[in-house]
């Protein structure tokens, strides 16, 4: 069975920081893309950054490049989202994906159940 727990998230102010984690069991690990998305209240989810298997590659929506860094432990199985210089607008629900593809814009087979990031202004 997959299990993704994702812990971190938290009240912040904004210029702060915060550093995500996603624990992944029951899957080969190093062979999954993994990715980060958000969603916040009545709006649709988005995606936020994605690494390759290896940990070689890494992608990044435009609203969070520069400020957030995705990278991963493929002997703990874990991934972290370090996320830099918060905006309010960066305040939504943050939830870890796997996807057995090489590519990292096709469908995230598994799902965690998200983490609370707030940021105030």
């Known amino acids: 069975q997959v299990q993704l727990v994702e812990s971190g998230g938290g009240l912040v102010q904004a210029g702060g920081s915060l550093r995500l984690s996603c624990a992944a069991s029951?899957?080969?690990?190093?062979?999954?893309?993994m990715g980060w998305f958000r969603q916040a209240p009545g709006k649709e989810r988005e995606f936020v950054a994605a690494?390759?298997?290896?940990?070689?590659?890494?992608y990044y929506a435009d609203s969070v490049k520069g400020r957030f860094t995705i990278s991963r432990d493929n002997a703990r199985n874990r991934v972290f989202l370090q996320m830099n210089s918060l905006k309010p607008e960066d305040t939504a629900a943050y939830y870890c994906?796997?996807?057995?593809?090489?590519?990292?814009?096709?469908?995230?087979?598994?799902w965690g159940q998200g983490t609370q990031v707030t940021v105030s202004s």
């Open positions: 690494i390759s298997g290896s940990g070689i590659s890494t």
């Open positions: 994906a796997a996807n057995p593809s090489g590519d990292y814009r096709a469908q995230y087979k598994y």
């Open positions: 029951g899957l080969t690990f190093s062979t999954y893309t």
